[in-house]
């Protein structure tokens, strides 16, 4: 398993963002990506994710692999820690929540009404629903946002033992992540200097 993207556009409201990345990422492997705010992370990672379509270029990964987390956390109010898990387990096939509750430090609050929880807690919630996926492909925006330190390097584990079992980990984070396996995609050398506006079906291909 792998994912590919070969002079690879990506485009935002009709407007190109990014030009010409190409960039390879095997199995076991985490990439971070890094630029300043507005850059055009979050345009890149929704491009991967088959959020956005994109102008020009190839892009190959499987789609059935990918598990995405954005800037919210898909987190359902009005039911508890628990039953959102069993919800996403349910959905994805992958039957039972109660290691992910252990794994992500929920087992404590597994029975309270998900929007009592604070900001960092539901953080942690949307991120187990990564372990329920069963997914191979994780592309997490700002994953860390909202985490404190123990936190953050609980997360950082379970990255690393995501990519050890063999799965991928593209995120954006201004942090340096305690993972072994680990490459940096810089996007400041990708700026897309054209302002034209480009119908973002008519070129972009899946390889």
Same mark, same amino acid.
């Given at each position: 398993?792998?994912?590919?993207?070969?002079?690879?556009?990506?485009?935002?409201?009709?407007?190109?963002?990014?030009?010409?990345?190409?960039?390879?990422?095997? =199995?076991?492997?985490?990439?971070?990506?890094?630029?300043?705010?507005?850059?055009?992370?979050?345009?890149?990672?929704?491009? +991967? =994710?088959?959020?956005?379509?994109?102008?020009?270029?190839? +892009?190959?990964?499987?789609?059935?692999?990918? =598990?995405?987390?954005?800037?919210?956390?898909?987190?359902?109010?009005?039911?508890?820690?628990?039953?959102?898990?069993?919800?996403?387990?349910?959905?994805?096939?992958?039957?039972?929540?109660?290691?992910?509750?252990?794994?992500?430090?929920?087992?404590?609050?597994?029975?309270?009404?998900?929007?009592?929880?604070? =900001?960092?807690?539901?953080?942690?919630?949307? +991120?187990?629903? +990564?372990?329920?996926?069963?997914?191979?492909?994780?592309?997490?925006?700002?994953?860390?946002?909202?985490?404190?330190?123990?936190?953050?390097?609980?997360?950082?584990?379970?990255?690393?033992?995501?990519?050890?079992?063999?799965?991928?980990?593209?995120?954006?984070?201004?942090?340096?992540?305690?993972?072994?396996?680990?490459?940096?995609?810089?996007?400041?050398?990708?700026?897309?200097?054209?302002?034209?506006?480009?119908?973002?079906?008519?070129?972009?291909?899946?390889?």
């Amino acid at each position: 398993m792998k994912l590919e993207a070969i002079s690879l556009d990506c485009a935002r409201s009709g407007r190109d963002v990014l030009s010409g990345l190409s960039f390879k990422v095997d =199995a076991g492997t985490c990439l971070v990506i890094r630029g300043p705010n507005g850059i055009g992370k979050t345009t890149l990672l929704k491009t +991967l =994710a088959g959020l956005l379509t994109w102008p020009r270029g190839v +892009l190959d990964i499987d789609r059935d692999q990918i =598990a995405y987390s954005g800037h919210l956390d898909a987190v359902k109010a009005q039911m508890t820690v628990r039953e959102n898990l069993t919800f996403w387990a349910g959905i994805y096939g992958t039957g039972s929540a109660g290691d992910v509750l252990d794994r992500l430090g929920l087992e404590n609050l597994a029975d309270r009404l998900s929007g009592t929880l604070s =900001a960092g807690q539901k953080r942690r919630l949307g +991120l187990a629903r +990564l372990l329920v996926t069963g997914r191979k492909i994780w592309i997490l925006d700002e994953p860390t946002s909202s985490l404190d330190r123990h936190n953050t390097h609980l997360f950082s584990d379970v990255v690393a033992d995501h990519c050890k079992a063999g799965g991928i980990a593209i995120l954006s984070t201004h942090l340096d992540l305690p993972i072994e396996n680990i490459q940096t995609l810089d996007l400041s050398a990708f700026v897309a200097h054209s302002n034209g506006h480009n119908d973002p079906f008519l070129e972009g291909s899946f390889a």
